[in-house]
């Protein structure tokens, strides 16, 4: 698996062709292997997260983007299920409205950065504003193309402050789209998650790929790194996702904070 790891990483200034990317791919892991693996990931996070919350000067920033149906839901029920909820706190990104429209792109998402000790989780993200925004043209090419710098500088600038990055690009392919929309068509527990619009927007596919694409190849950083994850297998998804937040915590050599007196000698009645 640790192999698998580094394969998927976007190394920084890479120009990524998402067409020679196999969404199917499980990289050599048997899906038989995998609940167990899966099972060890989420023992460990959830020790980790421990760690990170008793520590309380560092945060987790985990952004999850896709196309829609890709599993980014998915992915948060599955691999953010065994930890404290007291640490964690996932912001779903939606058209911006209100005092998000009366700002720039940028303030509602640094509203939203995990506080020291906490794990957050953005469900989309500032990414939107180099995504949805290009394809419909919801600003002139000028203003989305600034966006890349201004991500990468901002990323940075929370790096610096303690908050680790780590960016998930959940790629599933058209028919994978397909077949997830025609799920929730027919099957009537899932009728409320479809809607019109995503039928509209799966007419845009080429150009999401060309706006993920180059996202891809401009934000991924040193600091702050993608990584692709072939995610037409939601198992092999799950397990890649809960291998590399595992692995993010570990480079971040947390240890608990020294007690605030001697313990030894506390005595009390
Ligand atoms: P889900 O994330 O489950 O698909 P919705 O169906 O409510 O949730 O979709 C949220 C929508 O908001 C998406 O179509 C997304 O592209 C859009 N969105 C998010 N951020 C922005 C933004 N900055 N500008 C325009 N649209 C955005």
Known sequence: MDHAISQLLVPPNQKIRLADIDPDDTHGVKKEDSKEILKQNLKRLSVLQYLLYAEARRALLVVLQGIDAAGKDGTIRHVMTGLNPQGVRVTPFKVPEGEEKRHDYLWRVHNAVPEYGQIGIFNRSHYEDVLVVRVHNLVPESVWSERYRQINEFERILEENGVTIV??????????QAKRFRARLDDKQKNWKFSPDDVKERSYWDAYIKA?????????????PWYVIPANHKWFRNLAVSQILVETLETMKISLPKPAADVSKIRFE
């Open 212 to 224: 993920f694409e180059d996202m891809l190849r401009e934000c991924s950083t040193r600091r702050a």
């Open 167 to 176: 960016k998930f690009f959940l790629y599933i392919s058209k028919d994978e």
